[in-house]
C-alpha cells in the first residue's frame, strides 16, 4: 500500500512539473503558473506560484482565471460574465480590466483555465515564481524536464533481488540502462538543436549625417546587409528565419543547408524617422531535417518549439521500435552486491550477469 501511494505521489508530481515545463516552453501555463505583478495582491502576491485547473472551461463570477490578453497572460478575478466574454478584474486594481485599457471581454478560446482555490482561498507557493522569472531559461527547462524524466525512470524501472528486510544485492535490468540511454540520446538531441539557434542583431544609426560613415543612415532610408548563416552540423539542417520590424524583407525565409553549407542573407530595412541608435534582431531557427519540410513549417508557424518535440517524438518512437524489435526483454544486466565490513559502513561489490 505504501508503495502504491508513492508511485502515485510521483506520477502527480511529474504530470504537473511535465506537464508545466511544456507549458512554459510553449507559451501558455498548463499546471502551474506565477504571478508577475501586484495586481492580484492580497489573494496572489508577486512572484507567488499558483494551480491551474486546465479542464475548467466554465468559470463563475468570482473565480480567478488565466487569460490571454495583448500577447500576454494574465491571472484576474471574473466580475461578470456576458455574451462576449468574461469582464476580470486584479483585486488590487481600482477598475476592470476593459476599463479604459482597450481590452474586450475575454473570449472562453482564450482562458487558459481556473486557478484552484479551497473556501475561496487560492492554493499559493510564495515567491517561487521570482526565480523561475530570472534564473531559468528554456534549455534549463528542458534539461530539468529530462532530468526528472530519468529519475522517473530509475523510480521505476529499478530491481531488486526480492522483499527481504535486509537486501545483499540490488539488480538492474537492461530495461532500465536502456531507457536511461534513450532519455540521455533525447537530451543531447535536444541540446543540438539549441545550440544552432541564434539570434543576429543589426546594429545601426539613424543621423542627419546619413552615409558619412558606414552603419549611418538618414531618416527614412531604405537600406540592406547581409547575415551569414553556415551549418556547423554533420548533417543538412532546416532553417527558418524571422524578422522584427523595421526589417521589411528578407531573402530567403526558408532554406535547407547541408553539413558544412553556408548561406548568405540579404536583409532590407527601412530606416525609422526618428534619429537614434538601434538594434533590430534577426532569429534563425535550425533543426535537423528529418521530418517532412511541409509538417515542419506547419508546426513552426504555430510555435518554433513545436517542431522540437515533433522531433524528439520521432526518436524516442524510434527508441521504442528498436527494443521491441531487439528481443531483449527485462533481463537484468548488472548486480551490486552490498557486503556488510562493520558497523559503521560497507563494501559494494559490482557483477555483471
Do not use: C
Amino acid at each position: 500500500m505504501k508503495e502504491l501511494i508513492g508511485y502515485s505521489l510521483v506520477v502527480i508530481v511529474g504530470i504537473l512539473v511535465i506537464g508545466s515545463l511544456f507549458g512554459a516552453l510553449m507559451d501558455r501555463p498548463v499546471f502551474m503558473s506565477y504571478a508577475y505583478s501586484e495586481s492580484m495582491t492580497p489573494t496572489i502576491d508577486k512572484g507567488d506560484l499558483f494551480f491551474l485547473n486546465p479542464f475548467a472551461r466554465a468559470p463563475g463570477v468570482g473565480d480567478v482565471i488565466v487569460f490571454r490578453t495583448n500577447d500576454r497572460w494574465t491571472v484576474h478575478r471574473v466580475v461578470a460574465v456576458t455574451e462576449e466574454g468574461y469582464i476580470t478584474k486584479g483585486d488590487a486594481n481600482v477598475a476592470t480590466d476593459q476599463t479604459g485599457k482597450g481590452i474586450r471581454p475575454i473570449p472562453k478560446e482564450n482562458v487558459a483555465g481556473t486557478v484552484v482555490a479551497f473556501d475561496s482561498h487560492v492554493l499559493t507557493v510564495p515567491r517561487i515564481g521570482n526565480y523561475l522569472e530570472t534564473g531559468l531559461d528554456n534549455r534549463t527547462k528542458i534539461f530539468l524536464g529530462a532530468l526528472l524524466v530519468m529519475v522517473g525512470i530509475i523510480a521505476f524501472s529499478g530491481g531488486s533481488a526480492g522483499r527481504k528486510k535486509h537486501r545483499k544485492f540490488v539488480k538492474v535490468k537492461f530495461r532500465t540502462l536502456y531507457m536511461l540511454a534513450g532519455a540521455f540520446l533525447i537530451i543531447t538531441v535536444a541540446m543540438a538543436i539549441f545550440v544552432s539557434w541564434e539570434t543576429v542583431p543589426i546594429e545601426y544609426a539613424v543621423t542627419s549625417a546619413g552615409g558619412l560613415r558606414e552603419g549611418w543612415y538618414l531618416p527614412g532610408e531604405d537600406f540592406s546587409t547581409n547575415v551569414d548563416v553556415k551549418n556547423n552540423n554533420v548533417y543538412p539542417m532546416l532553417y527558418y528565419v524571422s524578422t522584427e520590424s523595421p526589417i521589411t524583407a528578407v531573402s530567403s525565409e526558408k532554406f535547407e543547408l547541408s553539413a558544412g553549407g553556408e548561406k548568405s542573407l540579404v536583409i532590407n530595412l527601412t530606416a525609422p524617422k526618428s534619429t537614434a541608435v538601434y538594434s533590430t534582431n534577426v532569429r534563425i531557427n535550425a533543426y535537423p531535417y528529418v521530418l517532412p519540410s511541409s509538417l515542419m513549417g506547419w508546426l513552426y508557424a504555430y510555435n518554433p518549439m513545436l517542431p522540437v518535440l515533433a522531433i524528439l517524438a520521432e526518436v524516442g518512437l524510434i527508441l521504442w521500435v528498436i527494443y521491441l524489435l531487439s528481443g531483449i526483454g527485462n533481463e537484468d544486466v548488472l548486480k551490486i552486491r552490498k557486503k556488510r565490513t562493520s558497523r559503521v559502513g560497507g563494501v559494494s561489490e559490482v557483477f555483471r550477469l
